[in-house]
C-alpha cells in the first residue's frame, strides 16, 4: 500500500513534500484493489512500474507509490504543502 502522503485525505500541513508528489483520491481509485491485482500477477510490469486499471505504480523497499493515471494528481511541492495547510483546516 501506498504511504499515508499518497493519500488526498491524509495529507496535513506536516505531510512529506517532495519537488514532485502524486495524490491519490480514493473516491476515485479502489487502491486496495489495486493492490490486490498487482499481488495476483495480473498488472503489467514495464520499466520497473506495474500498469493496474489505468494507472501506474512505481515501488521501492516493498512499498507501492502512484506515479500516473485516473485518479491520481501531480502537484509541485508549493501546491502540496498548500494543499497539505487547506486539507488541515477542512477546506478542501
Known amino acids: 500500500m501506498p504511504n499515508n502522503r499518497h493519500y488526498a485525505d ?3 500541513q506536516k505531510s512529506l513534500a517532495k519537488e514532485q508528489n502524486t495524490i491519490i483520491d ?3 481509485v479502489d487502491v486496495q484493489s489495486d493492490v490486490d491485482a498487482i499481488r495476483n500477477g495480473k ?3 514495464i520499466n520497473n512500474q ?3 486499471n489505468g494507472r501506474i505504480y ?3 523497499d516493498g512499498v ?3 506515479i500516473s ?3 491520481f494528481y501531480t502537484l509541485s511541492r508549493i501546491e502540496f504543502k ?3 495547510v487547506f486539507s488541515q483546516f477542512g477546506n478542501t
Do not use: C, E, M
Request: overall charge positive.
Open 58 to 60: 512505481g515501488h521501492h
Open 10 to 12: 491524509k495529507i496535513t
Open 69 to 71: 493515471g485516473n485518479g
Open 43 to 45: 498488472a503489467v510490469f
Open 64 to 66: 507501492l507509490y502512484p
Open 82 to 84: 498548500t494543499f497539505g
Open 50 to 52: 506495474y500498469h493496474i
Open 26 to 28: 480514493r473516491s476515485k
